[in-house]
Protein backbone atom coordinates (compact mmCIF):
# COMPACT_ATOMS: atom_id res chain seq x y z
CA UNK A 1 0.00 0.00 0.00
CA UNK A 2 0.91 3.31 -0.82
CA UNK A 3 1.40 4.42 3.06
CA UNK A 4 3.34 1.41 4.08
CA UNK A 5 5.76 2.04 0.75
CA UNK A 6 5.92 5.23 2.04
CA UNK A 7 6.58 4.23 6.06
CA UNK A 8 9.03 2.10 5.04
CA UNK A 9 11.05 4.72 2.39
CA UNK A 10 10.99 7.03 5.65
CA UNK A 11 12.77 4.42 8.15
CA UNK A 12 15.24 2.66 5.76
CA UNK A 13 18.07 5.00 6.76
CA UNK A 14 17.55 4.31 10.16
CA UNK A 15 17.53 0.56 9.38
CA UNK A 16 20.23 0.36 7.82
CA UNK A 17 22.55 2.70 10.28
CA UNK A 18 21.17 -0.04 12.81
CA UNK A 19 22.15 -3.00 10.44
CA UNK A 20 25.27 -0.85 10.52
CA UNK A 21 25.85 -0.44 14.57
CA UNK A 22 24.61 -4.51 14.88
CA UNK A 23 27.47 -5.58 12.49
CA UNK A 24 30.30 -2.59 14.11
CA UNK A 25 29.28 -4.82 17.22
CA UNK A 26 29.99 -8.13 16.05
CA UNK A 27 33.19 -7.11 14.33
CA UNK A 28 36.59 -7.87 16.45
CA UNK A 29 38.04 -5.25 17.70
CA UNK A 30 40.94 -4.09 15.52
CA UNK A 31 38.96 -4.82 12.32
CA UNK A 32 36.75 -2.66 9.96
CA UNK A 33 33.62 -3.38 8.53
CA UNK A 34 34.70 -3.49 5.00
CA UNK A 35 37.49 -6.41 6.08
CA UNK A 36 34.07 -8.51 7.20
CA UNK A 37 32.01 -7.94 4.30
CA UNK A 38 35.38 -9.06 1.79
CA UNK A 39 34.67 -12.79 0.13
CA UNK A 40 36.32 -15.53 2.35
CA UNK A 41 38.00 -17.35 -0.14
CA UNK A 42 39.49 -20.46 0.54
CA UNK A 43 37.29 -23.34 -0.02
CA UNK A 44 37.19 -27.61 1.54
CA UNK A 45 34.41 -30.25 0.72
CA UNK A 46 34.96 -32.93 3.29
CA UNK A 47 33.16 -36.14 2.18
CA UNK A 48 32.92 -38.91 4.86
CA UNK A 49 33.87 -42.02 2.65
CA UNK A 50 34.37 -46.06 3.27
CA UNK A 51 36.93 -45.57 0.20
CA UNK A 52 37.93 -43.24 -2.48
CA UNK A 53 40.88 -42.72 -5.30
CA UNK A 54 42.26 -40.99 -7.53
CA UNK A 55 43.44 -41.97 -11.40
CA UNK A 56 45.49 -39.89 -13.93
CA UNK A 57 45.69 -41.02 -17.50
CA UNK A 58 44.07 -44.48 -16.33
CA UNK A 59 46.56 -45.21 -13.67
CA UNK A 60 45.37 -45.26 -9.93
CA UNK A 61 47.81 -42.87 -7.95
CA UNK A 62 46.22 -42.48 -4.31
CA UNK A 63 43.85 -44.57 -2.41
CA UNK A 64 42.41 -44.73 1.24
CA UNK A 65 39.93 -46.77 2.96
CA UNK A 66 37.22 -45.54 5.31
CA UNK A 67 38.38 -41.77 5.88
CA UNK A 68 37.63 -38.28 4.13
CA UNK A 69 37.93 -37.16 0.91
CA UNK A 70 38.67 -33.16 0.59
CA UNK A 71 38.32 -31.44 -2.65
CA UNK A 72 40.21 -28.23 -1.89
CA UNK A 73 40.13 -25.06 -3.53
CA UNK A 74 42.33 -21.84 -3.26
CA UNK A 75 40.97 -18.14 -4.13
CA UNK A 76 42.95 -15.49 -5.74
CA UNK A 77 43.12 -13.78 -2.35
CA UNK A 78 43.94 -16.62 -0.07
CA UNK A 79 47.82 -16.85 2.02
CA UNK A 80 49.42 -18.91 4.24
CA UNK A 81 47.67 -17.82 7.20
CA UNK A 82 44.98 -19.40 6.41
CA UNK A 83 46.78 -23.10 6.09
CA UNK A 84 46.42 -23.31 10.19
CA UNK A 85 42.40 -22.93 9.67
CA UNK A 86 42.47 -25.48 6.70
CA UNK A 87 44.25 -28.21 8.44
CA UNK A 88 42.61 -27.90 11.61
CA UNK A 89 39.18 -28.55 9.65
CA UNK A 90 40.11 -31.13 7.84
CA UNK A 91 41.63 -33.29 10.57
CA UNK A 92 39.38 -32.04 13.71
CA UNK A 93 36.17 -32.15 11.97
CA UNK A 94 33.79 -34.98 13.41
CA UNK A 95 32.10 -36.89 10.81
CA UNK A 96 32.01 -39.87 13.01
CA UNK A 97 29.86 -41.48 15.72
CA UNK A 98 32.15 -42.75 18.85
CA UNK A 99 31.82 -45.96 20.70
CA UNK A 100 28.91 -46.04 22.23
CA UNK A 101 27.02 -44.95 19.11
CA UNK A 102 26.81 -41.49 19.38
CA UNK A 103 27.02 -39.33 16.10
CA UNK A 104 29.47 -36.48 15.47
CA UNK A 105 31.81 -37.49 17.70
CA UNK A 106 35.27 -38.56 16.12
CA UNK A 107 37.25 -36.90 13.67
CA UNK A 108 39.70 -38.38 11.34
CA UNK A 109 42.73 -37.55 13.79
CA UNK A 110 41.21 -39.14 17.19
CA UNK A 111 39.85 -42.17 15.09
CA UNK A 112 42.96 -42.66 13.07
CA UNK A 113 41.49 -42.93 9.22
CA UNK A 114 42.52 -41.65 6.19
CA UNK A 115 42.91 -38.28 4.27
CA UNK A 116 42.68 -37.83 0.52
CA UNK A 117 42.78 -34.39 -1.21
CA UNK A 118 42.15 -33.25 -4.15
CA UNK A 119 43.13 -29.94 -5.93
CA UNK A 120 40.34 -28.48 -6.92
CA UNK A 121 40.27 -24.69 -8.43
CA UNK A 122 36.66 -24.68 -9.84
CA UNK A 123 35.35 -24.39 -6.30
CA UNK A 124 36.30 -20.85 -6.83
CA UNK A 125 34.31 -20.74 -9.63
CA UNK A 126 30.73 -19.12 -10.50
CA UNK A 127 28.18 -19.56 -13.52
CA UNK A 128 27.77 -16.13 -15.48
CA UNK A 129 24.44 -15.39 -16.73
CA UNK A 130 24.89 -17.03 -20.02
CA UNK A 131 25.83 -20.08 -18.12
CA UNK A 132 29.69 -20.15 -18.65
CA UNK A 133 31.85 -21.04 -15.67
CA UNK A 134 33.96 -18.33 -14.75
CA UNK A 135 37.09 -19.26 -12.68
CA UNK A 136 38.53 -15.28 -11.97
CA UNK A 137 38.33 -15.50 -8.19
CA UNK A 138 40.84 -18.69 -8.26
CA UNK A 139 43.99 -18.27 -7.55
CA UNK A 140 47.08 -18.41 -10.49
CA UNK A 141 48.36 -21.49 -10.34
CA UNK A 142 51.87 -21.07 -9.41
CA UNK A 143 51.39 -19.34 -6.17
CA UNK A 144 48.41 -21.95 -5.88
CA UNK A 145 50.48 -24.62 -6.06
CA UNK A 146 52.98 -22.97 -3.37
CA UNK A 147 50.44 -22.91 -0.89
CA UNK A 148 48.87 -26.53 -1.88
CA UNK A 149 52.18 -27.57 -1.05
CA UNK A 150 52.35 -26.24 2.26
CA UNK A 151 49.10 -27.75 3.38
CA UNK A 152 50.24 -30.66 2.00
CA UNK A 153 53.02 -30.84 4.30
CA UNK A 154 51.64 -29.64 7.39
CA UNK A 155 48.74 -32.35 6.72
CA UNK A 156 51.57 -35.11 6.73
CA UNK A 157 52.98 -33.77 9.43
CA UNK A 158 49.64 -33.67 12.07
CA UNK A 159 48.58 -37.50 10.07
CA UNK A 160 52.34 -38.78 9.19
CA UNK A 161 51.48 -42.44 6.89
CA UNK A 162 47.57 -41.34 6.51
CA UNK A 163 47.23 -38.67 4.24
CA UNK A 164 47.27 -39.70 0.51
CA UNK A 165 46.62 -36.78 -2.68
CA UNK A 166 45.74 -36.35 -6.17
CA UNK A 167 48.28 -34.28 -9.02
CA UNK A 168 48.32 -30.73 -9.31
CA UNK A 169 47.23 -29.39 -12.53
CA UNK A 170 46.41 -33.06 -13.72
CA UNK A 171 43.26 -34.06 -15.50
CA UNK A 172 42.01 -36.74 -12.57
CA UNK A 173 39.33 -39.21 -12.29
CA UNK A 174 38.07 -39.33 -8.54
CA UNK A 175 35.91 -42.70 -7.54
CA UNK A 176 34.57 -42.53 -3.95
CA UNK A 177 32.05 -44.30 -1.92
CA UNK A 178 30.48 -41.77 0.38
CA UNK A 179 29.26 -43.29 3.85
CA UNK A 180 26.03 -41.85 4.93
CA UNK A 181 26.16 -39.38 2.81
CA UNK A 182 27.66 -37.29 4.65
CA UNK A 183 29.28 -34.33 2.72
CA UNK A 184 30.61 -31.03 4.20
CA UNK A 185 30.73 -27.59 2.62
CA UNK A 186 33.64 -25.56 4.52
CA UNK A 187 34.42 -22.01 3.89
CA UNK A 188 36.77 -20.02 5.65
CA UNK A 189 36.63 -17.10 7.67
CA UNK A 190 37.35 -13.33 6.54
CA UNK A 191 40.73 -12.38 6.41
CA UNK A 192 41.36 -8.66 7.69
CA UNK A 193 41.79 -6.17 4.86
CA UNK A 194 44.88 -4.42 3.82
CA UNK A 195 45.01 -1.29 6.04
CA UNK A 196 43.34 -3.00 8.95
CA UNK A 197 44.33 -4.78 11.95
CA UNK A 198 46.77 -7.36 10.12
CA UNK A 199 47.50 -4.78 7.41
CA UNK A 200 51.22 -6.51 6.97
CA UNK A 201 49.61 -9.84 6.17
CA UNK A 202 47.08 -11.21 7.73
CA UNK A 203 47.20 -10.84 11.65
CA UNK A 204 47.87 -14.21 12.29
CA UNK A 205 45.62 -17.90 11.20
CA UNK A 206 41.68 -17.21 11.08
CA UNK A 207 40.40 -18.76 14.09
CA UNK A 208 38.82 -22.18 13.30
CA UNK A 209 36.03 -24.50 14.77
CA UNK A 210 37.31 -27.40 16.18
CA UNK A 211 35.00 -29.59 14.27
CA UNK A 212 33.06 -28.98 11.17
CA UNK A 213 33.70 -25.38 11.08
CA UNK A 214 33.34 -23.29 8.05
CA UNK A 215 36.60 -23.67 5.01
CA UNK A 216 39.38 -24.25 2.48
CA UNK A 217 42.27 -24.65 -0.75
CA UNK A 218 44.40 -25.59 -4.03
CA UNK A 219 44.01 -25.46 -7.68
CA UNK A 220 44.19 -28.04 -9.44
CA UNK A 221 43.32 -28.36 -13.70
CA UNK A 222 43.94 -25.32 -15.54
CA UNK A 223 40.88 -23.32 -16.26
CA UNK A 224 39.42 -23.74 -19.38
CA UNK A 225 39.30 -20.91 -22.07
Given at each position: ???????????APGVRGRAQGNLAA????????????????????????????????????????????????????????????????????????????????????????????????????????????????????????????????????????????????????????????????????????????????????????????????????????
Open positions: RPSAVASLAAEWVPQGLTIGAVQRAAGMRLVLQRVSEASVSVGGQRIATIGVGVLVLLGIAAEDSPAQVPWCVRTIINSKLWPNAEGKPWRESVKKAEREVLVVSQFTLAGRVDAKGKPQYHNAMAPEPAEALYRTIMDELNSQLPGRVQEGRFRALMSVSLTNDGPVTIVAESPPLPAPGGAGADGGGGAPPGPEAGGQAGAANGTPAPA
